[in-house]
């Protein structure tokens, strides 16, 4: 494992973190053995968040009394300052700890989210308070939207710009890393496997190693998968033609729109099961009809309920139309049921 220096933030930090949201599914002890085999692996940036269930809590008892040998990111989605300080001091509860490294202002992906932490009473006078006291070392922001990710960077605000990184999205590298680095900001990528819809980890890390200074923070859910991952920082990175023509063929696949199952449209008020409906198109091009159909027959039947009340649509941050892209699936499914007919 090589090791870099995040931005201006002076931290060493692994050149691979661990994305905090996979170990939610799994039991303490388990959560407790992965994070201990990253560790052991090398990875020393841990980043999760307040609404990740327990992952906080996870992190804490893993690193219990070795606080200092790793560098924790957390990050609160509340826009005021009250909210700000009860999810900080909820994470140096959880995280077992007295401070955080970075601490960042999640999913700031509107004008109105960015006035409201900025203005008076907002979430980010809270940390700004905090790291006064010693509570926090560095804040950060994070981002879905492009144009507001460079709006943040450029705010001179944050040490640190989270933001999507992979082979499929791959637009943060013009602008949004450019002007980061020139303002010597550490960079985060998130979803370096387009929130699963690249299932060849391979080339997204060959991908991803191209760009040594972007910090990808991938989950992880069991021993083997840290140990695979790191395996493939452990090698020289050699993009080959094969693996350039794998990367398009997954980009004209899944084109422009594509649903990155993030969940932020969900719950649908009239129970549609958007994130497994989004999918079907995907998943019929990589299993037949037959076997599409009955994985995902309760997740396209729940697309009739859609009344296109639009609700899904003002809280995707890819700004999708998702209920046209439902219709879409739907009539494939609907396709599908006809040929099996
Ligand atoms: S537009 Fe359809 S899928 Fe979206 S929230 Fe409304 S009913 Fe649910
Ligand atoms: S539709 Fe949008 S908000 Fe919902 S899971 Fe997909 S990308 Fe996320």
Known sequence: MRYVIFGKTGLKISELGFGGIPIIRLSRDTAVEVLHRAYERGITFYDTANAYRDSEEKIGCAFDGIREKVVIATKTIKRDIQGARKDLENSLRM?????????????????????????????LEAVVKARDEGKVRFIGATSHNLSMAVKLVKTGLFSSIQFPFNFIEDAAKDELHTTARELDMGILAMKPFAGGMIDNAD?????????????????????????????????????????????????????????????????????????????YKIIASRMSPAVSVEF??????????????????????????????????????????????
Do not use: W
């Open 95 to 123: 995280l077992r700890t007295d401070y955080i490294d970075l601490y960042q202002l999640h999913q700031i992906a509107q004008e109105k989210d960015l006035s409201a932490v900025t203005a008076p009473g907002g979430a």
């Open 203 to 279: 080339i997204a890390f060959k991908f991803l190693r191209q760009y040594p200074g972007v910090i990808p923070i991938p989950g992880y859910d069991s021993v083997d998968s840290v140990d695979e991952v790191v395996s493939f920082y452990n090698r020289p990175n050699i993009v080959t033609e094969r693996d350039t023509h794998l990367m398009e063929k997954y980009r004209t696949e899944l084109g422009k729109q594509f649903c990155r199952r993030c969940e932020y449209c969900q719950p649908c008020p009239n129970g549609v099961m958007i994130t497994m409906a989004m999918a």
């Open 296 to 341: 995902s027959r309760a997740a396209m039947e729940s697309v009739k309920l859609c009344d296109e009340c639009g609700t899904c649509v003002e809280r995707c941050p890819y700004e999708l139309p998702i209920p046209e892209m439902l219709k879409s699936s739907y009539d494939l499914y609907e396709q599908h049921l006809a040929e099996l007919m």
